[in-house]
């Protein structure tokens, strides 16, 4: 049996015509709010019809099938406008309206407004995706009441204020929040985390990189945080991101010495530390990471390289341009290294930074806060 919709997708779906151009038949959409009448871009046929959901199926970027709860009926699982080009001011009244959604893929469009915390029932939804848009106000919170969610995708927007901590601890395997106006330092209080892709970039995070957070995000594959405003030094911790293949951390106001705790990241392809403040040798360890396809330690102030990562320079894979290496060629004049070397930046736990915690880890309690006194 047929079910039948008097749809309009539910007031939302203002107009609806089928398309032809030389790649596809496309469904051109706009989707909008209003009092659910349809625009006169509608024929007759359409415009007086009710919807058989057997027949909005047939449309491009519609995918149908069974509820879980009810094998013998057919709904709409999934949506893909990826790239459609549509327009409207707000998603609310039709995405909250598909109590049977699995999966939104809603990226590269013109949608605006804000998520309807009414998302919070669709309770089969574990991939959202709208990315690419014109979204603005807060933190969508209504994304912390869905526990199946497990890809949140909403970068390339207008998102202002915090990102709170808790959606850190949530059932995600990847999110994606680069690319808006977050403001917020990273959170220190995070215990366990199930997320292997991590995108805070292109924001304005700021404060230190916690200690805390590196052991939670132990599983993470990917993790970048470039052009947002960190500042102090990396602790040694970060070197327990033993999973991680990229690390970019590019463009901040990180200081002080890179850790030898680098070397534990044995699975690293692209370590990205440049545009920051730090000084001091490269470590050679870092250097020996079989993996390593790119390190980038351009524009920051280190003054040594040793030889192993003089063979990765000469690989073309370590680009230590713009520092204050006296023997090596696009380097900072002399005179912008002496005046910051004038200003000395002191890091805590200096003793930390030759510890390789793969090579030995002890308890927590022997590990201590301060140097030892000579």
Request: with cysteine; hydrophobic share 40%.
């Amino acid at each position: 049996m047929s079910i039948i919709i008097s749809f309009m997708l539910l007031v939302c779906l203002i107009s609806c015509t089928t398309a032809r151009d030389s790649s596809r038949e496309a469904l051109q959409v706009t989707i909008g709010i209003g009092n659910g009448n349809l625009s006169k871009g509608c024929n007759d046929r359409h415009r007086n019809l009710p919807f058989k959901l057997n027949y909005i199926c047939s449309y491009k970027g519609f995918y149908c099938d069974n509820p879980p709860d009810n094998k013998s009926a057919i709904a709409v699982a999934s949506i893909d406008f990826n790239g459609f080009q549509l327009s409207a001011p707000s998603l609310d009244g039709f995405l909250d309206q598909l109590p049977d959604i699995a999966l939104f893929h809603a990226n590269s469009n013109n949608f605006s407004g804000s998520l309807s915390p009414n998302i919070a029932k669709l309770r089969y939804l574990y991939e959202l995706d709208i990315s690419n848009n014109r979204f603005s106000g807060p933190f969508p919170d209504a994304v912390l009441n869905m526990p199946g969610l497990t890809f949140l995708d909403i970068r390339f927007n207008f998102f202002t204020g915090s990102v709170p901590s808790q959606i850190f601890t949530q059932n995600l395997d990847a999110l994606f929040i680069n690319n808006n106006e977050f403001m917020i330092h990273l959170p220190d209080n995070i215990v366990n985390t199930h997320i292997f892709y991590l995108t805070l970039a292109n924001n304005k995070f700021n404060g230190p990189l916690p200690r805390t957070i590196f052991k939670a995000f132990s599983s993470l594959a990917e993790v970048l945080l470039l052009n947002d405003q960190l500042t102090g030094c990396i602790p040694y911790e970060v070197g327990l991101l033993k999973e991680a293949v990229v690390f970019d951390a590019g463009n901040n106001q990180l200081t002080g010495h890179l850790p030898f705790s680098l070397a534990c990241m044995e699975n690293l392809e692209q370590l990205n530390f440049a545009g920051n403040l730090l000084f001091g040798a490269v470590p050679e360890v870092v250097c020996e990471l079989g993996k390593l396809m790119n390190l980038s330690l351009s524009d920051n102030y280190f003054i040594h390289v040793g030889p192993m990562c003089r063979i990765l320079i000469e690989r073309g894979v370590l680009d230590v341009r713009n520092n204050c290496i006296p023997d090596l060629p696009f380097q900072r004049s002399v005179e912008e290294c002496a005046n910051f070397f004038a200003h000395p930046r002191f890091c805590p736990r200096m003793w930390s930074y030759n510890y390789i915690p793969c090579y030995h880890f002890p308890s927590s309690s022997s590990i201590p806060e301060m140097a030892p006194s000579p």
